[in-house]
């Protein structure tokens, strides 16, 4: 692969590299961090792609960069991501499976203004079946079709656009050993933490405190500004820091919590499957003594990433430390998502293509025909015959095919009233159900957001006021006795002067209530004929004793 420009826009920053994949190998000819103007760009989202393509193009002058590729890798909140499993397919039959099923994986009602990718995690295989685990994201068209327009007004041409988080993980499946290990990726805007299990992704979460938010306690209790307070955090330690201000030692405690409740989250899910160590990398390894300060946080054995396996340096200026810094650049050019924007007038194109009739099948279809025609001749005169004596037969069985056309159809409509009758019924009675035991078991501070049915699976977002909240929400809801596979995915955490907020999806299946309640009654009308009449008597007795004692 040749030289490429890798472009990684993160808030107020942009990273550029020079990069090139060789073999299993990524090359690293260049790597810089450019701080932006304000307005220009907001997570990975174009602001003005005009205003940002004049400055990049100064950049890139002005660090006499000659690469005329592109590859471009994002990280939005506008970025929908989901792990889903399908069946074992082919390869080339997952797109389709995703398409037909993306509404189900994204309840989004315009999901067709969204492009649609995904990544191979793993290939599960059991006993009894294979299949892939998933991660599959749903980007936003008018986003692609921004960073497209952005390298038109650049002159440069995209290679690939490429979700953050698979880039990451591209670089990261490259660094761990057979044991499960969590890499903290501790960047500017966020904090990235994967729980890695050998080379298999298990865990990817993300909380939005990174080395600006520290760097912004800093300068605040320490009276500096920005470029000032980053060199102070790098040149004492994070600890003796707290020590001294205690606003900044409350910042610290919220990326510290953070990651530590991604930490227990995932040990109550796996506890046959414990974490043994914690690496950590990325731009937040400035911070003087971090990794000391987890350790103690955390009782992880905790080690920082110097240098990466299977990353060649070709520039004698760069540090081995250096590409821990450029990870979402670097990974974009291994197995990259490849997110496409169509436009309007390619995807009419395509739809014309596709109701074209190629030539060649045309010419098939015309030969075919015509040996079809004279086979059909000959089999018409040998079946005439036959035909002409059947008919004799049947026209004295007419009055019975009366009677039986006639049966036939009062069957097809009592069929018919029947399945209308049966479609009528099913966990869709369960719904009132359903909203009235939810405003009941619903704990304080627990709001929902959005709520779906499908099926008979509900799908649903909303929020909690920290873990405990939502955990204690989760058991009510299983304790529900028509609700069955109840799932939960834990999406952002956001602090705030009434504790830790913790916003999540839960999807979980609604069965036909009324079945349930009916089911139950036949059962208690069989334990009421077995149980003799003194025994109800005694019973009744003691409930009425228990009654009193309350």
């Known amino acids: ?26 090359q690293v000819y260049n790597a810089y961090d450019i701080n932006l103007s304000e307005g220009l ?42 792990e889903v499993v399908i069946p074992y397919v082919k390869e080339k039959q997952i797109a389709s499976i995703i398409k037909a099923n993306a509404q189900e994986y994204f309840p989004i009602g315009n999901i067709e203004e969204y492009a649609l990718n995904y990544s191979i995690l793993e ?45 990451i993980l591209q670089i990261l499946k490259m660094q761990t050993s057979s044991e499960v290990v969590a890499i903290l990726q501790l960047g500017r805007a966020n ?51 707290c020590g001294a201000y205690q606003d900044v030692a409350d910042t610290a405690a919220l990326i510290m919590n953070g990651i530590g409740r991604i930490f227990e989250f995932y040990t109550s899910r796996s506890q046959d499957h414990p974490i043994t160590g914690v690496l950590f990398l990325g731009d937040g390894t400035k911070i003087s003594g971090i990794g000391s300060a987890m350790e103690r946080n955390f009782g992880y054995q905790v080690e920082e990433i110097q240098a990466l396996h299977n990353v060649d340096i070709k520039n004698k200026l760069l540090t081995s430390n250096t590409p821990t810094n450029f990870l979402a650049n670097i990974g974009a050019v291994v197995a990259p998502m490849n997110m496409k924007f169509i436009t309007q007038k390619e995807a009419e194109k395509k739809e014309k293509d596709d109701k074209k009739l190629p030539w060649g099948l045309v010419v098939i279809s015309f030969i075919g025909s015509v040996a079809l025609i004279g086979a059909s001749t000959a089999m018409y005169f040998m079946t005439k015959s036959e035909r002409d004596a059947l008919n004799s037969q049947l026209a004295s069985l007419s009055e019975m095919q009366a009677i039986e056309d006639q049966l036939n159809e009062a069957l097809t409509k009592s069929n018919a009233i029947e399945e209308f009758y049966n479609s009528t019924k099913g966990p869709s009675d369960s719904l009132s159900r359903l909203i009235r035991d939810m405003e009941m078991v619903m704990p304080t501070g627990m709001s929902i957001d959005t709520f779906s049915l499908s099926d008979g699976v509900v799908a649903l977002s909303g929020g909690g006021l920290g873990k405990e909240s939502i955990a204690k929400f989760i058991q009510q809801m299983r304790d529900l006795k028509y609700v069955q596979n109840v799932k939960v995915d834990l999406v952002s955490e956001t602090m705030d002067i009434g504790g830790a907020y913790d916003s999540f999806t839960m999807s979980f299946t609604l069965l036909d209530v009324n079945a349930i309640e009916a089911a139950e009654a036949e059962e208690a009308d069989v334990i009421d004929i077995e149980t003799p009449t003194e025994n109800v008597e005694a019973e009744a007795s003691t409930e009425d004793e228990l009654g009193g004692m309350e």
Not at 3 to 22: F, M, R
Not at 48 to 55: I, K, M, Q, T
Not at 205 to 230: F, K, N, P, Q
Request: charged share 25%.
């Open 191 to 241: 904090t990235v933490i994967n729980i890695m299990n050998g080379n298999v992704l298990i865990m990817q979460r993300t909380i939005s405190y990174g080395l600006d938010t520290l760097v912004s306690s800093v300068a605040d209790a320490v009276h500096l500004d920005d470029d000032e307070a980053e060199a102070f955090i790098e040149d004492n330690d994070i600890t003796k820091i």
């Open 123 to 167: 290939l599960v295989q059991s006993e009894a079946n294979k299949q892939y685990r998933l991660s599959v994201t749903a980007t936003p068209n008018d986003i692609l079709e921004s960073y497209y327009s952005l390298a038109s007004l650049m002159k440069l041409t995209i290679d690939t656009i490429d979700y953050a988080g698979n880039a």
């Open 1 to 26: 692969m040749a030289k490429v420009l890798s472009i990684y826009l993160a808030g107020d920053t942009a990273k550029l590299s020079e990069v090139a994949l060789s073999g299993k190998k990524v």
């Open 41 to 82: 760009c907001d997570e990975g989202a174009i602001l003005d792609v005009e205003g940002l393509a004049a400055e990049l193009k100064q950049h890139i002058n002005r660090l006499s960069i000659k690469s005329k590729h592109v590859v471009f890798s994002i990280a939005s909140k506008r970025i929908a991501s989901k």
